[in-house]
């Protein structure tokens, strides 16, 4: 009777999970120093695979076994494991679009790994963008002018809600972006609206769906359009008035040649695909 009261009490203060927990390093232990060394069993690459979430994007694909060229133990994907590589990435650092990853401290928010050869570990998202300049502006030394945008911002989305926005298709966080820093070179409006892209655009698409063109009786082009370059040149007018059979006054009298629908649409001579050329219809 003492006796099985004595197991009773051994069971409840050793179950079955504790002792497995404490067999189980054991067990490991021993196999370990039974195997051979050459074995792959005692290959890192074969813990790693074990461990491998997924296969890398194909730009990464030669990591695949070298975990260590992008994880740090403890602490995971660090960006100065990321700069070692893309540090000298000149094309990435020097093109106005992407110039502003030398002053950005994190590389995960933006770039996932191990979804897949076929997949680009890249996912723009213009939001996470402006809540990391914001965490750095936090983060970073507060004194001087960087410490009072922090406090202009602060105190900015403190006092704006989702009535005072430009439209329904950007948020708050993605409106303290300053466009131009990024695409200012591809605006197709050459500044002539200034630099509020947001106040017209959304940052999934540069089509405004709700953009409704004035009609073809229009005579206000020069309100939204400049004319290019070659419209300057001598020779300008006298090709029109060869090629259409009219002549503006003004290179800002774009209606009298284009029709609305499209640039290379011309009045008298549309644009033909197949040909790459104007082909008058007189």
């Known amino acids: 009777m003492g006796t099985t009261r004595k197991k009773s009490a051994i069971r409840k203060k050793w179950p079955a999970s504790r002792i497995l927990l404490f067999a189980a390093p054991i067990g490991f232990a021993i196999v370990w120093m039974l195997t051979p060394a050459e074995s792959a069993f005692k290959k890192p690459a074969t813990w790693q695979r074990m461990t491998n ?3 890398l994007s194909a730009a990464h694909a030669s990591l695949e076994n070298d975990c260590a060229a992008c994880h740090t133990p403890v602490s995971g994907v660090e960006a100065e494991n990321c700069i070692s590589c893309h540090a000298n990435n000149v094309s990435l650092l020097q093109n106005q679009p992407t110039a502003f990853h030398a002053n950005v401290d994190t590389c995960t928010d933006c770039h996932l790994e191990h979804q897949g050869r076929g997949h680009r570990p890249t996912t723009m998202d213009h939001a996470t963008l ?10 970073g030394d507060q004194s001087g002018e960087r410490e009072q945008v922090r406090r202009q911002l602060q105190v900015w989305m403190a006092h704006v809600g989702d009535e005072s926005l430009p439209h329904h298709r950007i948020t708050r966080d993605e409106l303290i972006l300053n466009c131009v820093t990024c695409h200012g070179n591809e605006d197709p409006h050459v500044a002539y609206f200034g630099d509020g892209c947001a106040n017209c655009h959304e940052t999934s698409a540069w089509n405004i769906p709700q953009y409704i063109h004035p009609s073809s009786n229009s005579t206000d082009c020069s309100q ?11 020779m300008f007018m006298s090709m029109c008035a060869k090629m259409l059979g009219k002549k503006p006054d003004s290179v800002k009298q774009c209606y009298v040649c284009h029709e609305i629908s499209a640039w290379n649409n011309m009045k008298g001579a549309p644009w033909h695909k197949k040909t790459m050329s104007h082909i008058p219809s007189r």
Not at 130 to 139: H, I, P
Not at 224 to 234: E, G, I, V
């Open 224 to 234: 939204c359009h400049k004319a290019p370059p070659s419209h300057f040149m001598p």
């Open 130 to 139: 402006s809540r990391l300049g914001l965490r750095q502006l936090n983060d």
């Open 53 to 55: 979430p997924g296969q």
